[in-house]
């Protein structure tokens, strides 16, 4: 079954330093790759997907993807955060194999926590 | 466009009973999934419609049901509610599944808690 691993549960990190958060998914068929995020008492909002082309991909909030087809990773990343960017982002994929539910499957969330 | 939107956006039920929520899709959106966001768990796939129909169901009791109307609207039925039932419901629509694969849009949640 596939399954997503997002390898941090919390990252604390300082006003306008980079970030990375990890993701890792399993699977040996194609896949649509996305990064999420949720604001407190909010639903999700998508930053980010990848779907086929360009292995890195360009989101809003100056979020950034890299699809590595050979480590199955999909890590998200920012040069310079905001205190802002303090939410949960969670890691998605959505199973293109035949059979599959199509559902999309969610790593269980990295809290980001912008300190300033 | 007006996004998704669910009713109520909090809850608090005694175990034992059942509680309806409501989901609707924006607007021109046929397709209707929900999920279950709970600490423990994380977020997880209930079920999904399209035009009226329950295309994919996830791995839930037969406690969780759901339907979908005419006009798109959904809503999830929870009967005999356990304590561990207690958790954010996401609904998220689409134009069709095959476009949910590459986009869904998400509503704020309805906060389930159960006493």
């Known amino acids: 079954a596939q399954s997503v691993t997002q390898l941090d549960s919390q990252v604390p990190v300082f006003e306008e330093a980079p970030v990375e958060l990890r993701c890792n998914y399993s699977?040996?068929?194609?896949?649509?790759l996305f990064w999420y995020v949720q604001y407190p008492n909010q639903g999700l909002q998508l930053l980010l997907k990848y779907l086929s082309g360009s292995t890195l991909v360009k989101g809003i909030n100056g979020f950034e993807a890299e699809f590595n087809k050979s480590q199955t990773s999909f890590h998200l990343r920012k040069p310079s955060v905001h205190i802002s960017d303090t939410a949960e982002y969670f890691c998605a994929v959505s199973d293109l194999s035949r059979g599959s539910q199509g559902n999309l499957i969610f790593g269980k969330g990295t809290k980001l926590s912008v300190k300033p | 466009k007006a996004g998704v939107t669910q009713t109520p956006r909090y809850l608090i039920k005694t175990r034992g009973q059942q509680v309806t929520l409501s989901c609707s899709p924006i607007s021109g959106h046929r397709s209707v999934s929900w999920y279950q966001q709970t600490p423990g768990q994380g977020l997880q796939f209930l079920f999904e419609y399209f035009s009226e129909t329950q295309r994919n169901k996830g791995n839930f009791p037969g406690r969780f049901s759901g339907r979908q109307f005419s006009n798109s609207r959904s809503e999830m039925n929870v009967s005999t509610l356990e304590l561990g039932d207690s958790a954010l419901y996401l609904c998220?629509?689409?134009?069709?599944?095959?476009?949910?694969?590459?986009?869904?849009?998400f509503g704020p949640g309805t906060r389930l808690t159960v006493t």
């Open positions: 699977s040996s068929v194609s896949v649509y």
């Open positions: 998220a629509s689409s134009l069709t599944p095959e476009t949910g694969r590459v986009e869904q849009y």
